[in-house]
């Protein structure tokens, strides 16, 4: 004698999902909880370090001498590192982000059989490839909002702002560029899986283009958007908190010299122009602190055309390998 359980009320049933998406939330269902887990303990550090540990970082920069602020250690110390780690941890999230799907969801369950299986029971590959996107965008997106907030407050607020708005991990973690790179990652690693059909094959591929694109980024970011160059009779001395990207010594041609040290340094007036002698100008080039924004949005703009092609392309490759 066979005993049915009872239905969930009408309400409940209305709230779950179903379809490929219940599957997806089945199959992976530990993944969600281990991502939970990590942002609870890395947003509990955030808070410690805009209590506890700001306070006491706090303290020791106003009792230490200015010209030795930069080189204590003790909680100062500790507060830089830990910050970083915490920057850090939002860096690598776009790789786990590539791995999971490239290894896990799309790699293995096509390298298993998986896949098709489900294709066979009226779920179509379109269907199984969007809820295989979704499902692990929506968890990391809503773990990267309480993260990306307190990073932003954090190092915007902290004590003695000792890491600058342009530091690798902060900038790509303090903003919506945070939550452009998860997207890309989430793309390229399902269509490295698509491309290869294995788990390894389709992790390391969606791994090596995130790593192709970090670089580009890293090294065409301050091209986004206009620089600010000043220029003086002596050595102009840009504004607190600003990124210098070149110093130079301008002949009465125009031409800047790059880097010309021993006309950039510190020294009296009439030095550096004897220093400058044959030379008309000095000018430096920077971003001051007020391009993070448009920084932060020119980028996420060009991550999220890349992620929209990764994706369109992880699409029509399954499209026509598929029977």
């Known amino acids: ?7 969930p009320p009408r309400g409940l049933r209305a709230l779950r999902p179903t379809g490929p998406v219940w599957g997806t939330l089945r ?37 230490c001498a200015p010209s030795n602020c930069e080189y204590i250690g003790g909680p100062a110390f500790d507060y830089e590192q830990l910050l970083r780690v915490v920057g850090a941890f939002t860096y690598l999230t776009p790789y786990i982000a590539a791995i999971f799907t490239g290894v896990v969801c ?65 900038f790509l973690g303090t903003g919506p560029l945070a939550f452009a790179r998860v997207l890309l990652g989430l793309a390229v690693g399902a269509l490295g899986g698509i491309l ?45 908190g600003a990124q210098v990207l070149r110093r130079d010594t301008v002949t009465a041609a125009g031409e800047h010299v790059r880097n010309n040290l021993a006309c950039v340094g510190e020294g009296s007036a009439a030095k550096l122009r004897h220093c400058a002698r044959g030379f008309q100008d000095f000018a430096v080039t920077y971003h001051p602190s007020s391009h993070y924004w448009p920084l932060q949005l020119t980028e996420s703009a060009v991550i999220l055309l890349l992620a929209a ?15």
């Open 27 to 63: 199959i992976h269902r530990i993944a969600p909880w281990l991502w939970l887990a990590a942002v609870l303990a890395v947003s509990t550090l955030l808070l410690w370090l805009h209590g506890p540990g700001a306070d006491a970082a706090a303290r020791q920069l106003a009792q």
């Open 309 to 323: 092609a990764a994706t369109s392309a992880a699409f029509i490759t399954l499209r026509h390998r598929t029977p």
């Open 196 to 240: 290869f059909r294995k788990a390894l094959a389709g992790g390391a591929a969606g791994i090596a283009a995130f790593l192709v694109t970090g670089y580009l980024s890293a090294r065409y970011r301050i091209s986004l958007w206009p620089t600010v160059t000043d220029h003086g009779p002596v050595p102009p001395t840009p504004p607190a």
């Open 1 to 7: 004698m066979t005993q049915t359980l009872p239905a």
């Open 106 to 170: 799309v790699g293995r369950e096509l390298e298993r059989g998986t896949a098709q299986l489900a294709w066979v029971q009226s779920v179509s590959p379109a269907r199984w490839l969007a809820a295989t996107l979704a499902v692990p965008a929506a968890w990391f997106l809503a773990g990267m909002v309480p993260l990306v907030t307190l990073l932003h407050l954090e190092a915007g607020s902290g004590p003695g702002p000792r890491i600058p708005w342009y530091d690798e991990y902060l």
